[in-house]
């Protein structure tokens, strides 16, 4: 009986993390929540607040995954997969374009990345001395 709770999580949703509920939810919402930014969780956690409501976290989750197929999602694509679902319409497949789309490399999404030049180019107090 989560349900209520979850809007008073989206008010401060870095805290999440130390939940009961966090431990116990599907690892794939806890993959979505540790690649999401602070607006994105308090968006999703409001989402999640609305849709288990009427339903269980098993269709929340397949949603999620559909939305996943093509990277990180936002939290209203998860929200109209969830309704396609639920409403039965199915999913759509991909529009194929009359002309050639070039492959583009994936984007990496968050700052991890820095840390790897911190960690080669040393901690930044040394770089004020």
């Known amino acids: ?7 008073l ?6 805290a999440l993390k130390y939940t ?9 919402w806890k993959n979505y ?5 602070v607006q994105e969780k308090k968006e999703a956690l409001q989402l999640l607040a609305v849709l288990l409501k009427e339903h269980d976290f098993e269709v929340s ?3 999620l995954r559909i939305a996943s197929q ?4 936002k939290v209203e694509s998860i929200k109209q997969v969830f309704y396609q679902l639920i409403n039965g319409r199915g999913i759509r497949e991909p529009i194929q374009p009359k002309k050639h789309v ?10 991890r990345h820095y ?3 911190f960690e080669s180019q040393g901690d930044v107090a040394s770089w004020n001395k």
Not at 20 to 28: A, L, R, S, T, W
Request: charged share 30%.
């Open 1 to 7: 009986k989560w349900q209520p709770y979850l809007t």
């Open 9 to 14: 999580m989206a008010k401060r949703p870095n």
């Open 20 to 28: 009961d509920f966090y431990e116990k939810m599907p690892e794939e």
């Open 33 to 37: 929540f540790s690649n999401c930014t």
């Open 61 to 63: 989750t397949q949603a």
């Open 70 to 73: 093509y990277g990180h999602p």
């Open 102 to 111: 070039p492959d583009m490399p994936e984007a990496i999404r968050g700052v």
């Open 115 to 117: 840390d790897r030049l």
